[in-house]
């Protein structure tokens, strides 16, 4: 059974970091690719990063680019999300997904964890 568990979540100033992390375990982790995406109240998910773990490629969306970095360790089967400079406008429910080989589009991913809450106070 697939399994993505999101964690590292919590409440953070503005400006400070966060590293999210997203434990993958019931495939062979190689073979796909990560994503991490994040819905706020009201709003529509949105797609963040995503990483194809099997040659460590990844794609950051415009709007994070350069204050987001998406990472893998696949010896620990888990890809990690680091947020640096974050906003009040971040908070959201984060989360990762799954879907076998290369970064699909966003509306493709077949397996997503719970996701965990990420507050930025202003």
């Known amino acids: 059974e697939v399994q993505l568990v999101e964690s590292g979540g919590g409440l953070v100033q503005t400006g400070g970091s966060l590293r999210l992390s997203c434990a993958a375990s019931?495939?062979?982790?190689?073979?796909?690719?990560i994503g991490w995406f994040r819905q706020a109240p009201g709003k529509e998910r949105e797609g963040l990063a995503c990483?194809?773990?099997?040659?460590?490629?990844?794609y950051h969306e415009p709007a994070v680019r350069g204050r987001f970095t998406i990472t893998s360790d696949n010896a620990k089967n888990t890809v990690y999300l680091h947020m640096n400079s974050l906003k009040p406008e971040d908070t959201a429910i984060y989360y990762c997904a799954a879907d076998r080989g290369g970064c699909p589009d966003p509306n493709e991913y077949d397996h997503w964890g719970q996701g965990t809450q990420v507050t930025v106070s202003s």
């Open positions: 990483i194809a773990t099997r040659d460590g490629s990844t």
């Open positions: 019931g495939f062979i982790f190689d073979d796909y690719a």
